[in-house]
């Protein structure tokens, strides 16, 4: 096998450890600050690297961690990947489910999981979106302090069982789509300076030193980055990747890194023959991220919609602290701006932020599917104080309206594990660091963040307490009880609808239109010749369908609550915390 590493920060000398044996490496000509050795090995051996005599260090582009981010790297060969479905859709068609494999079982492994996807086909979902997998120190945590980001977490089953994951998924018609996060590495465990200039102090991050896309020695970690990406993509077989945190790669270079990685994937996607996805998460509410290269955008596919999230909340919740203050003023009228126009802040003042934010969205130009429209994800339910779920304050038929506005609003939906049958279990933020100092500092970031929002430091759960990892398990018996099991036929219901009525998967978001009452909380969708009535409030409501609904020309075609077809004035009566969806013909 060929062992290669770039270490420009070595001064003198580098050497394999494979084995317990030491092997010198040689400087690869024309390749500045690369070094390389043959050596016989085989899949599951250990190796590192040694520099100038050092301690034995992981691999950069380590596929496997068995004794975690700070013990050898193992070799691992890998066959190819099993074909995807052939008839797998792009943003357009899909339903997206964004599971957490530590807590989507108790088990928290990739097997397990896998053994629950029927589950999802079944519902009608077509893509899962993995949170992040790359190896983290401990064993449970959210993901997003990984530093070894071309291999899988070893207590998640390692790089064998993401194979057979994704195998199971593909055999159910179902793809895979992984969460990485290319704008920092955690904090714990991280080797990656040692070798050389992966981090700049030229700019900052929420979490430190900013990886090194524009300085000096760019070149070799952009390339890093995009070999990670591509080869989960083409080694691993998943079908797209959800990108964290995109406004914190700190890029002042004229191509940017995301437009290098966009065009990369989609020339792997002309090679493979299957679409493959990018979906972008950016609080800069600005167009410009999913706009095609050509026309000076990204060339992102997708990108998550907060201020859907945040309008649909506020409508739900009458919730108006921190970010959600600007849309509880009138959060219907905020909820039919982002469904009519994409962003909330498109120019206008966010008090949350102190100043004008977002730019306008080209519904002209601008396809629907650009954005993920979602009602839950982790950060909305994770990042809260207690890790609580809508369910656990909202009824089951509020908790009905949140999925009719998700799964048939315009732009491609997405779930969060068991929001399906509306779980009661919690979602809290965890962790299992191994260095004390850090688990106490982030125990105690954790109170002191909620300290400042009036929340005492008992009531927000201890992130290394293992009971809180484990009360975030999905409790599946809920499924079989009511109001969850009505729910997930409602989740299931509304799906066949988004795939059996080409009106709801419209790319045309000028041609979305509503009609609401602030007072009375009554909202109607009008999509196509399908409307959708949405009542919140807890008191009966006439709602007035337009586009001639009377005369019994509107039949219904799925409600929460029973409802009968529109008068001879065109007027549907919905009880209370109700919605129903008709077809006007």
């Known amino acids: 096998m060929r062992f290669e590493v770039w270490a420009p920060y070595a001064r003198e000398r580098v050497a394999l450890w494979l084995e317990g044996t030491e092997l010198p490496m040689e400087r690869l000509a024309g390749r500045d600050g690369w070094w390389g050795v043959r050596a016989r090995a085989g899949d599951g051996d250990r190796y590192g690297f040694v520099l100038d005599g050092g301690p034995v260090l992981p691999d950069p582009r380590s596929r496997r961690q068995p004794e975690g981010p700070d013990g050898p790297s193992a070799v691992v060969v890998l066959a190819a990947p099993a074909p995807a479905p052939a008839a797998l859709p792009g943003p357009a068609g899909a339903v997206l489910y964004e599971l957490h494999i530590g807590t989507f079982t108790a088990a928290g492994t990739l097997d397990a999981a896998a053994r629950h996807l029927g589950e999802l086909a079944a519902l009608g979902i077509t893509h899962v979106e993995l949170m992040p997998l790359c190896p983290f120190p401990g064993r449970h945590g959210w993901g997003y302090d990984g530093v070894a ?5 070893e207590p998640y089953g390692g790089p064998a069982a993401l194979r057979r994951f994704t195998d199971t998924a593909h055999g159910l018609g179902l793809g895979v789509v992984l969460d990485v996060v290319h704008n920092h590495l955690g904090p714990s465990g991280n080797h990656l300076p040692a070798f050389g200039p992966y981090f700049t102090e030229a700019h900052r991050t929420p979490w430190g030193a900013a990886v090194n896309l524009d300085g000096p020695g760019s070149d070799e970690v952009r390339a890093y980055l995009l070999g990670s990406a591509l080869a989960w993509l083409r080694d691993h077989g998943l079908d797209g990747l959800r990108l964290d945190a995109v406004h914190a790669l700190a890029d002042g270079r004229a191509l940017t890194f995301l437009e290098e990685l966009s065009g990369a994937v989609d020339a792997l996607a002309a090679e493979l023959g299957r679409p493959l996805l990018l979906i972008a998460e950016s609080d800069r509410c600005d167009p410009r991220t ?3 290269r050509r026309s000076g955008g990204l060339g992102l596919h997708t990108q998550w919609n907060d201020d859907f999230h945040h309008g649909l909340h506020t409508a739900l919740t009458g919730e108006a602290q921190g970010y959600y203050a600007d849309f509880a003023k009138a959060p219907l009228a905020a909820l039919a701006k982002t469904v009519t126009r994409g962003f909330f802040h498109d120019g206008t003042y966010s008090s949350f932020r102190g100043r004008t934010h977002g730019r306008p969205v080209d519904v002209a130009t601008t396809p629907a599917h650009r954005f993920v429209g979602f009602a839950q994800n982790h950060d909305q339910i994770g990042n809260r104080a207690a890790g609580d779920r809508l369910a656990a304050s909202l009824s089951p038929g509020l908790l009905a309206c949140a999925a009719a ?8 939906p997405m779930l969060f594990m068991g929001e399906e ?7 809290q933020y965890f962790t299992d660091h191994t260095d004390p100092a850090l688990a106490a500092a982030v125990r105690e970031g954790r109170r002191r963040e909620f300290a400042a929002q009036g929340r005492p430091a008992e009531e927000v759960p201890d992130p290394q307490d293992p009971a809180t990892r484990d009360r975030s398990c999905l409790d599946r018996s809920e499924r079989e009880r009511e109001p969850h099991a009505r729910l997930l036929a409602w989740h299931r219901e509304l799906i066949a609808l988004r795939r059996a009525w080409p009106d709801l998967t419209d790319p045309d978001l000028g041609a979305v239109r509503v009609a609401y009452d602030e007072d009375t909380r009554r909202l109607v969708v009008r999509r196509g010749a399908l409307r959708i009535a949405v009542n ?12 001639g609904a009377g005369g019994g020309r509107a039949r219904v075609l799925a409600a929460w609550e029973p409802v009968g077809p529109p008068d001879a004035a065109g007027v549907l009566r919905l009880p209370g915390e109700c919605c129903a969806v008709l077809a006007v013909e």
């Open 421 to 427: 049958w509306g779980a009661r279990t919690p979602w």
């Open 149 to 153: 980001p071309w291999a899988v977490h």
């Open 290 to 292: 999913t706009a095609p």
């Open 405 to 412: 506005l998700v799964l048939t609003g315009p732009f491609t």
């Open 536 to 547: 919140p409030a807890p008191e009966p409501a006439a709602l007035r369908l337009d586009g």
